[in-house]
């Protein structure tokens, strides 16, 4: 008898163990389906969400919607690419995608361990997603021949001078750093004039549709 009790004294310090390791190796992640996140049945306002879980339901879904929309114009793209493009578009997208994802886990780290970690996390994928989707349709736009876009050079102001200095920044250009600050000035000029070299166009500094082409083109493959 004081056999069996000790062997099964040993084995529950052994089942509290292994439990015990479980839990450390292998954390549980929040989820919208345990307590305090299963709202997903419920009727929300994500207008006015009321409390974490339904500002973190609010966000994540509001992420599902541009991953739903960036998934739509990335099919539009595939379909009018040949065999050798789709493939290099796939690695390209699956690079995106862990770039993203790599991107928001630093973003967000501080908030890791906080209660409103999913909804940090969401609106920062749906940012990102959100800016490789207008990516994307702006290449169909060029590839479509419905786009004229404006042409910018030294002195150029506005929103347009704006969306070529993101572009500029982009880490896949490598180029030295610009500020968004909607003025073409000599730095922009600069970087431009680089990207035209590395892209085997006139380095003039201009932005005329065939810099903007290319410029989508790279950005997009």
Known sequence: MLRKLTMWVRWGRLTFILVAMALVLF???PSLAEPGYAIADEAVDCSNPRGTP????CAQKS???????LNEVYQKV??????????QLVDIQLTWIKF???????ETYQARNGTGYIAYLSECKERLTKRRTADLEKYLSFRA???APPTLKLGSKGEEVKELQRLLGEPK??????????VFGQTPEAAVKEFQRKAYLPADGIVEPKTWEKLYDVLSF
């Not at 339904?54 to 339901?57: D, S």
């Not at 994802?101 to 630093?106: L, P």
């Open 63 to 69: 992420y599902e919607a541009a991953d739903k929309r």
């Open 145 to 147: 021949g419905t786009t």
């Open 78 to 87: 595939v379909s009018g690419l040949s065999a050798d493009q789709k493939n």
């Open 173 to 182: 250009l490598s180029l030295k750093p610009v500020k968004i600050d909607g």
């Open 27 to 29: 954390p549980a992640s």
């Open 100 to 106: 993203r994802d790599t991107s928001c886990a630093f």
């Open 54 to 57: 339904e500002i973190n339901y």
